[in-house]
């Protein structure tokens, strides 16, 4: 995450690499979150203003997609699948397992801020339930056991 | 360099065949999500460092999933003309041995899944087969055949006839399998109102789950009046268990484009827009890359082909919302707005986009359009059903042997799909049930699974084809926890701005929950199929009017499930905690100790080698002792 200082800087790259368009503020708060890992009120703010949009339309969209976050998430971001097949296959007990282990609820961050966990419906590797994505990558064929594992290669 | 003529295309093609089909060996590692998740990276660098261990003359390249994602990590080696060696389960010590034995001139038939064998000398394909091919064939002659595998046997590629055969970023081996040369015809060759033709006679139907037929909505959006008419790929994937688009994206992003290009110049349109999940980031990145190598090529942009018609593609990427996958909301998402539905008419044909003529399908639907246009509207008609034609890609599942991605002729039976293809049920458990449609879908019972994959025989099931995830249950999942699951889910993505949908989901839920906490009581199954009529006729938009289905389709073919859980407190299946007790059979136990381990609660204590004891009292029944007891010996009732 960048220093204080240089947070509004990146507002407004990213504001202008959308040039200025309201109809892509899907995308600023996506681009925003992908080198802050949340979105804080300051910056929802600046958005809203750079755009010259009322603030509450700006907190819609964050609120609205699960993408986003308000609150600060950790390092790694653990996104414990629960679809259809991971759910048949036990994915429930896997994510129960993890917020034991690593002491967090859903949605909570480690107090190391290490991992942040969140559910998340489905990320389309159904085939090889049940399936954690930490971030970018993707973990299948899962037990409680071997989970704790791969968590450790992270931390 | 641009192409624009059809030598061109030739000389793309040219470069793409000796990509494909090179002279020396080549080793594909299948990288795909399915593929990474397993352990393809550290195959994929065994392979590239053994190769330079022993200074082997061969090729390493990478490509989608060939959809058989339960036996990933696959490596194809094509070996010898016209001939390649599919080899399942790989690690990167097995792929270290395996570049060695090659090099060898040993085949490593033990490995093998299959051995594929494309015979011809024309176009397109590899030459061949030469002495050389011959003596691989010898070599393998104990590998069988791709159609006498179980799991390919009955299937048929169409959607996905390039996945995990191509380099989804080298835009020439696409060329050189035929592709973007039909677009060249039909730039050049065909007016618009044949090319919708084309589509209406192959029968084509939305692959999203509504099965409206393509050539239909072309035609409608083609007559709308307006300058400026807008393309759409939904790339917005959301049913839990089905995840053909992400394949198709990451293993044959160019099919998609193709089809699109295609679409936009029978309908008039300039501008084309890819919405695609955020969940999906190799998808985005393959996407990116096919959409710029396109432009470079001048396969998209201004002066096609140099044809004169112009048509660019943007990406916009979802943002989490299920919602979204349905057109009107994902249309509002596009524009920047919430993701919320609204009331059609007007359709998008008439006012879509920006409240332009807009026509969107999705990444299966455009997939399939580039192999109907090579091939005709009449060869693809005369495969399928009688009103559902062509094929359907489905993810086969949930508690079955062989997981993975089939695409299958319409009118194959459910069994066919579940037992033949899917090898049956996982560790010789009992079929109980198969979830189509998603959570706008049912549960087909075992005594319905000769009906034939049709979109109006599921739809007389109470269930729906949907966008083909197919997940299939055994006696250990509980019916009525399944309704449940999928209401808590719709709770959370019902956009909540029509009341049918957000208090009937609500209310539903409520039950539900009751009932699996062995609450439920007497006329909760009639309270549920009244509030599921109601919610189904009255909501706006299809996830609100279609979420009863898993409830209305558990109630019509289990119904006894729900009432052992009213009545008799019990739950059949062993799923839901209120319901159930562990205990640990004394015969079984061999003292191991293994659940102890994992018994986050301390409620399992006994000798070592001796049966192990289990309290009760302390028991949280997280099910972590069944989950790794290797003997069975921990029981549930």
Redo the contacts between chains.
């Keep these: 995450m960048p220093a204080e200082a240089s947070l509004p800087k990146l507002v407004d790259e990213i504001v202008e690499r959308h040039r200025y368009?309201?109809?892509?503020?899907?995308?600023i708060?996506?681009d925003l979150q992908k080198e802050l890992r949340w979105l804080p009120r300051e910056v929802l703010r600046q958005v809203a203003d750079r755009l010259d949009v009322p603030l509450s339309r700006v907190y819609?969209?964050a609120t609205?997609?699960?993408?986003?976050s308000l609150k600060p998430r950790g390092k790694h971001l653990m996104?414990s699948c629960?679809?259809?097949?991971?759910?048949?296959?036990?994915g429930a007990?896997i994510l129960?397992?993890v917020e034991?282990q690593l002491g967090v609820k859903t949605g909570e961050t480690t107090r190391d801020g290490q991992f942040t966990v969140e559910k998340?419906?489905?990320?389309?590797?159904?085939?090889?339930?049940p399936?954690v994505?930490i971030n970018?990558?993707?973990?299948?064929?899962l037990?409680?056991?071997k989970l704790m594992k791969i968590i450790k290669k992270y931390e | 360099m641009k192409i624009r003529t059809m030598n061109d295309l030739y000389a793309a093609r040219q470069a793409g065949i000796a990509s494909l089909y090179p002279a020396k060996t080549k080793f594909t590692v299948s990288t795909a999500?399915?593929g990474?998740?397993?352990g393809a990276r550290p195959v994929l660098d065994a392979v590239k460092e053994e190769a330079r261990a022993l200074g082997a003359d061969l090729i390493v390249s990478q490509a989608g999933c060939i959809g058989f994602?339960?036996v990933?990590p696959v490596v194809l080696v094509y070996c010898a003309p016209g001939l390649t060696l599919v080899y399942k389960e790989m690690n990167a010590e097995k792929a270290r041995e395996l570049v060695r034995e090659i090099m060898k001139g040993n085949a490593k038939s033990e490995w093998a899944l299959c051995k594929i064998l494309v015979n011809g000398t024309t176009d397109g394909k590899p030459a061949g087969p030469s002495r050389e091919t011959a003596r691989w064939l010898e070599l393998a002659s104990g590998i069988p055949a791709i159609e006498d595998v179980g799991f390919y046997r009955k299937q048929m590629k169409i959607a996905l006839r390039n996945c995990g055969f191509i380099d989804p970023n080298n835009i020439e081996e696409y060329i050189a399998r035929g592709g973007y040369t039909t677009l060249h015809k039909v730039l050049s060759q065909m007016p618009p109102e044949r090319v919708i033709g084309e589509i209406k006679e192959s029968g084509l139907r939305g692959r999203g789950g509504a099965g409206f037929p393509t050539g239909m909505k072309w035609e409608f959006c083609r007559k709308a009046p307006g300058d400026e008419k807008f393309i759409i790929c939904n790339a917005d994937?959301?049913?839990?268990?089905?995840?053909m688009?992400?394949s198709i994206l990451e293993g044959d992003p160019h099919s998609v484009l193709e089809g699109m290009i295609m679409g936009a110049f029978a309908i008039g349109a300039s501008q084309g827009i890819i919405y695609v999940?955020?969940?999906?980031?190799l998808a985005i990145e393959n996407l990116t890359t096919a959409i710029r190598t396109a432009e470079a090529r001048g396969l998209l942009g201004r002066d096609i082909l140099g044809s004169g018609f112009s048509f660019a593609i943007k990406l916009?990427?979802?943002?989490?919302?299920?919602v979204c996958g349905e057109e009107t909301s994902l249309m509002a998402?596009?524009?920047?707005?919430?993701?919320e539905p609204r009331q059609r008419p007007p359709f998008p044909a008439q006012k879509g986009l920006w409240s332009k003529p807009t026509n969107i399908n999705n990444v299966e639907t455009w997939a399939n359009v580039p192999e109907i246009l090579a091939r005709g509207g009449k060869w693809y008609a005369g495969i399928g059903s009688e009103k559902s034609k062509g094929t359907k890609v489905f993810?086969v599942?949930?508690?079955v042997k062989n997981?993975?991605?089939v695409e299958v002729p319409m009118g194959i039976s459910l069994r066919e799909i579940v037992f033949d293809i899917g090898g049956g049920i996982l560790d010789g458990r009992k079929f109980k049930a198969v979830?189509t449609g998603?959570p706008s879908g049912g549960c087909i019972p075992e005594r319905l699974l000769d009906v034939p994959v049709d979109y109006e025989k599921l739809t007389e099931t109470g269930a729906i084809m949907g966008s083909g995830?197919m997940?299939v249950?055994d006696d250990r999942?509980c019916m009525v926890d399944?309704a449940r699951?999928?209401l808590d889910?719709l709770k959370?993505?019902s956009?909540g701005k029509c009341v049918p949908c957000r208090e009937g989901i609500h209310r539903m839920l409520e039950l539900l929950e009751n009932i699996c906490q062995g609450k439920g009581a007497e006329g909760d199954i009639e309270l549920l199929e009244d509030i599921g009529a109601a919610v189904k006729d009255f909501s706006l938009c299809a996830l609100g009017g279609t979420s009863p289905n898993p409830v209305l389709t558990t109630i019509k073919y289990f119904r006894n499930e729900y009432e052992a859980h009213i009545k008799d407190h019990k739950c059949p299946a062993g799923v839901c905690r209120a319901l159930i007790s562990y205990s640990i059979s004394k015969e079984k136990c061999t003292g191991c100790g293994a659940c102890v381990k994992?018994c986050?609660a301390e409620a399992i204590s006994g000798e070592k080698k001796k049966p192990h004891a289990l309290s009760p009292a302390k028991c949280i029944k997280?099910?972590?002792c069944e989950?790794?007891c290797k003997f069975g010996a921990v029981l549930v009732t």
């Design positions: 368009e309201d109809y892509a503020l899907v995308g708060l996506q819609a969209i609205f997609y699960k993408a986003f996104l629960q679809g259809t097949a991971c759910h048949v296959r036990g007990r129960e397992n034991r998340v419906r489905c990320v389309g590797c159904c085939s090889l339930a399936v994505m970018a990558d993707t973990h299948g064929r037990t409680s056991d | 999500t399915c990474l998740a397993t994602c339960e990933e994937e959301g049913d839990p268990g089905a995840y688009d992400r999940r955020n969940e999906y980031p916009s990427r979802g943002a989490g919302a299920f998402s596009v524009e920047g707005r919430t993701g993810s599942v949930g508690k997981t993975g991605l979830q998603g995830g997940i249950m999942t399944v699951y999928f889910f959370e993505e956009c994992v986050p997280c099910g972590a989950e790794t």
